[in-house]
């Protein structure tokens, strides 16, 4: 399984970014028995979890702070997850990370995530 993000960027307070994460090696179909999260890391914060979707069941989770503010979307190839923020905050800046394993529940803790994407910035200016 590979998982490649995009969609990252410099954006002003306020604005939406739409972050993508393309896998290979796994389906995010409701056959997929897969689940698909998104992390950020903010310099001395740590790692958290934004949002989680568990795409057999279509649950969704997402972190108190984005909650209202993001959703998940998938595209009909089943083969990529988007997340879309909007309203972004000086505080949403972070490297943000696509992370997946298989098994059909919500899950928020990194370490029990099995596959990884490279990462993308997101920076938001005030």
């Known amino acids: 399984v590979q998982l490649l993000e995009s969609g990252g960027g410099e954006v002003q307070t306020g604005g939406t970014l739409n972050l993508s994460c393309v896998g290979s090696?796994?389906?995010?179909?409701?056959?997929?028995?897969?689940?698909v999260a998104w992390f950020r890391e903010i310099p001395g914060k740590g790692t958290t979890a934004v949002a989680c979707?568990?795409?057999?069941?279509?649950?969704?989770f997402y972190q108190d702070s984005v909650k209202g503010r993001a959703t998940f979307s998938r595209d009909n190839a089943k083969t990529t997850v988007h997340l879309q923020m909007n309203s972004l905050k000086p505080e949403d800046t972070a490297v943000y990370y696509c992370?997946?394993?298989?098994?059909?529940?919500?899950?928020?803790?990194?370490?029990?995530?099995?596959?990884w994407g490279q990462g993308t910035q997101v920076t938001v200016s005030s």
């Open positions: 090696g796994v389906n995010f179909g409701t056959s997929g028995n897969a689940v």
């Open positions: 979707i568990d795409t057999t069941a279509g649950t969704t």
């Open positions: 992370a997946a394993r298989w098994g059909s529940q919500i899950f928020k803790d990194e370490t029990q995530f099995d596959y």
